[in-house]
Nanobody
Framework: QVQLVESGGGLVQAGGSLRLSCTAS????????MGWFRQAEGKDREFVAA????????AYLDSVKGRFTISRDNTKNTAFLQMNSLKPEDTAVYYC???????????????WGQGTQVTVSS
């Protein structure tokens, strides 16, 4: 069992930056691939970014490529999502997720955090 807790959300102006963190409980953090998803009001949840268990491989939603960076620190059981050049359309609840396995995938996640709100004003 893995428990995930996100932090770092908030209100920011368009063009600004935020860094989300996801801290995991348990000893086997390094054996899980990690992902970030988001859900805007009235829309389905969508994949944003993923990182492999070792941190060497990543995947991104096309609309965030070049603006968002996912990373992880296995010594601290923490994954990060650095978000730069934020746009109003990035406004959503952002969720951290973990999946058993090594690959940075867009689906197949087993554990989810409670979410953190990101609001980008124009």
């Amino acid at each position: 069992q893995v428990q995930l807790v996100e932090s770092g959300g908030g209100l920011v102006q368009a063009g600004g930056s935020l860094r989300l963190s996801c801290t995991a409980s348990g000893r086997a953090f390094g054996s899980y691939a990690m992902g970030w998803f988001r859900q805007a009001e009235g829309k389905d949840r969508e994949f944003v970014a993923a990182v492999s268990w070792g941190g060497g491989r990543t995947a991104y939603l096309d609309s965030v490529k070049g603006r968002f960076t996912i990373s992880r620190d296995n010594t601290k059981n923490t994954a990060f999502l650095q978000m730069n050049s934020l746009k109003p359309e990035d406004t959503a609840v952002y969720y951290c997720a973990a999946r058993r396995g090594t690959e940075a995938r867009r689906d197949g996640y087993d554990y989810w955090g409670q979410g953190t709100q990101v609001t980008v004003s124009s």
